[in-house]
């Protein structure tokens, strides 16, 4: 999402909002407004992105010596 061209409009991930808790946010152009609406005001914020989490190791399909130099 963050160097897609084309970002998904919510507005839980715009400039224009912060938020109040969890679901509800407040937006300087709208007023309040929930996490997944979305607006023509809509101006993407990369920094408001959670990424994804990492996929854990599994490390049971590697020996020891896999890891030594």
């Known amino acids: 999402m ?3 061209k084309k970002t998904d409009r919510c507005c839980g991930l715009c400039i224009h909002a912060t938020f109040r808790n969890e679901d509800i946010l ?5 007023g309040q407004r929930q996490y997944d609406d979305k607006c023509i005001q809509f101006s993407y914020d990369p920094c408001k992105r959670m990424p994804a ?3 854990a190791l599994d490390t049971e399909k590697y ?3 896999d890891y030594s130099l």
């Open 2 to 4: 963050l160097f897609r």
């Open 26 to 30: 407040v937006c300087s152009k709208k």
């Open 53 to 55: 989490k990492a996929k």
């Open 63 to 65: 020996a020891e010596y």
